[in-house]
């Protein structure tokens, strides 16, 4: 015999399952979403720098040249490299 008490937990234990399922569909959502936010992110910090390379009227040396001494600055230290005298 089913009580009125244990067909009230029933409910309310596929309440809550139903809710998980619908939370784990939305947090699967939400992950692509911000895969896909990312993505259209980094195309755009692209685009942003490429408008400031063509505004600075650098040649593409120049460029490849500071390339290099960021390369070789963060080889030996960064920014925070302190010569010695």
Known sequence: MVTRKSQQ???KLEKLEKDLAKI????????EKEKDLLKQQKAADAEYILALMAE???T???FEQFAQV???????GGD?????H
Do not use: C, F, G
């Not at 784990?24 to 992950?31: D, P, T």
């Open 9 to 11: 937990l029933k409910a």
């Open 24 to 31: 784990k569909s939305q947090k699967a959502q939400l992950a």
């Open 56 to 58: 600075s009227n650098r």
């Open 60 to 62: 593409r040396e120049e």
């Open 70 to 76: 960021k390369a070789a600055n963060a080889e030996n």
């Open 80 to 84: 925070a490299h302190v010569p010695t």
